[in-house]
Nanobody
Framework: QLELVESGGGLVQPGGSLTLSCAAS????????IGWFRQAPGKEREDVSC???????NYTDSVKGRFTVSRDSAKNTVTLQMNSLKPEDTAVYYC?????????????WGQGTQVTVSS
């Protein structure tokens, strides 16, 4: 059974850090692109970051220099390290898999984890 499970969300003060994990079961994260997305209340879903099957990474401009995506093959997870968090980073964060490996088309989604940045 295919599954993606996000974890690591929570409440953090502005300037703080969180590490989100996207754990896969039923498939190997090494072979596919894994993307991170977020959706704030009342807003459309936003692309945050992606790591392709070829290890190419990309980030939306608002998180460049603050967020880092990485793949942990041993744990079959993809993490999103989030530093210098801002209130505008508050959202539900989702991970998804692209079977084509290119960060282009999202075939399978996790359920999301809430991140709240507030003092």
């Amino acid at each position: 059974q295919l599954e993606l499970v996000e974890s690591g969300g929570g409440l953090v003060q502005p300037g703080g850090s969180l590490t989100l994990s996207c754990a896969a079961s039923g498939f190997r994260v090494d072979y596919y692109a894994i993307g991170w997305f977020r959706q704030a209340p009342g807003k459309e879903r936003e692309d945050v970051s992606c790591v392709s099957s070829g290890e190419t990474t990309n980030y939306t401009d608002s998180v460049k220099g603050r967020f880092t995506v990485s793949r942990d093959s041993a744990k079959n997870t993809v993490t999103l390290q989030m530093n210098s968090l801002k209130p505008e980073d508050t959202a539900v964060y989702y991970c998804a898999a692209d079977w084509g490996g290119q960060c282009l088309r999202w075939d399978y989604w996790g359920q999301g984890t809430q991140v709240t940045v507030s003092s």
